[in-house]
């Protein structure tokens, strides 16, 4: 069966270090989205890709990064850590349904900068 | 103001009992609309997608009024298995496969 995957389920780092988040996804979709999750603001969009080697910045991007150089994968990178970037991190991936895209989801990163 | 805008809740109801949430959407050019589940600390899932016209899924009824610019979920004979978060999506008209998700509406279904 088709499943979206990521890696690590479960992160603490420093702050100012370098994290990358893995997504993995066997639909074969060309859209890939990453999201992170916080009390009161519910999924806000980091960046997202529509095909191999295409990026777009979401509404917060600043201080994260992705690349796509492949199909099935889209890893989102914190350059430098900071205490704000504690979340939980989704990632989906979507394609055509009858009423219009529908996204799956990965099973999120929790992540904690100390 | 929020792109998409829903009750925080929680909605405590009984079993048995029919609840309904409401969403309001900003963007009066949005294509497309769901509504998705999201347990306690695990991903969304999507419940159901919103026609124009209305549509019923065994128990869950949405409803679209493109005019007021909201959106309903209704879920009649409520099951202890139905407490979660329920997430109002939009898609906006100018990036097709982007999606802006409400915070989300808390129900807690009791014995």
Same mark, same amino acid.
């Given at each position: 069966?088709?499943?979206?995957?990521?890696?690590?389920?479960?992160?603490?780092?420093?702050?100012?270090?370098?994290?990358?988040? *893995?997504?993995?996804?066997?639909?074969?979709?060309?859209?890939?989205?990453?999201?992170?999750?916080?009390?009161?603001?519910?999924?806000?969009?980091?960046?997202?890709?529509?095909?191999?080697?295409?990026?777009?910045?979401?509404?917060?991007?600043?201080?994260?990064?992705?690349?796509?150089?492949?199909?099935?994968?889209?890893?989102?990178?914190?350059?430098?850590? *900071?205490?704000?970037?504690?979340?939980?991190?989704?990632? *989906?991936?979507?394609?055509?349904?009858? *009423?219009?895209?529908?996204?799956?989801?990965?099973?999120?990163?929790?992540?904690?900068?100390? | 103001?929020?792109?998409?805008?829903? +009750?925080?809740?929680?909605?405590?109801?009984?079993?048995?009992?029919?609840?309904?949430?409401?969403?309001?959407?900003?963007?009066?050019?949005?294509?497309?609309?769901?509504?998705?589940?999201?347990?306690?600390?695990?991903?969304?899932?999507?419940?159901?997608?919103?026609?124009?016209?209305?549509?019923? +899924?065994?128990?869950?009824?949405?409803?679209?009024?493109?005019?007021?610019?909201?959106?309903?979920?209704?879920?009649? +004979?409520?099951?202890?298995? +139905?407490?979660?978060?329920?997430?109002?999506?939009?898609?906006?008209?100018?990036?097709?496969?982007?999606?802006?998700?409400?915070?989300?509406?808390?129900?807690?279904?009791?014995?």
């Amino acid at each position: 069966d088709a499943e979206i995957t990521q890696s690590p389920r479960h992160k603490i780092t420093e702050t100012g270090r370098q994290v990358t988040l *893995a997504c993995h996804q066997t639909w074969n979709h060309n859209n890939m989205f990453w999201y992170r999750q916080d009390l009161g603001h519910g999924l806000r969009l980091i960046h997202y890709s529509y095909g191999v080697h295409d990026t777009n910045k979401g509404e917060v991007s600043d201080g994260y990064s992705v690349s796509r150089s492949n199909t099935e994968d889209l890893p989102l990178t914190l350059e430098s850590a *900071a205490s704000s970037q504690t979340s939980v991190y989704f990632c *989906a991936s979507s394609g055509p349904g009858l *009423a219009g895209p529908e996204q799956y989801f990965g099973p999120g990163t929790r992540l904690t900068v100390t | 103001r929020k792109e998409v805008e829903q +009750d925080p809740g929680p909605f405590n109801v009984p079993e048995g009992a029919t609840v309904a949430f409401n969403c309001t959407y900003s963007n009066s050019a949005s294509q497309s609309f769901f509504w998705y589940r999201q347990d306690c600390r695990k991903e969304p899932k999507l419940l159901m997608s919103v026609y124009s016209s209305g549509n019923e +899924d065994g128990r869950f009824t949405a409803q679209l009024n493109r005019a007021s610019q909201y959106i309903s979920l209704l879920i009649r +004979d409520s099951k202890l298995s +139905d407490s979660a978060t329920y997430l109002c999506v939009v898609s906006p008209s100018g990036g097709y496969n982007k999606l802006i998700f409400g915070a989300g509406t808390r129900l807690a279904v009791h014995p």
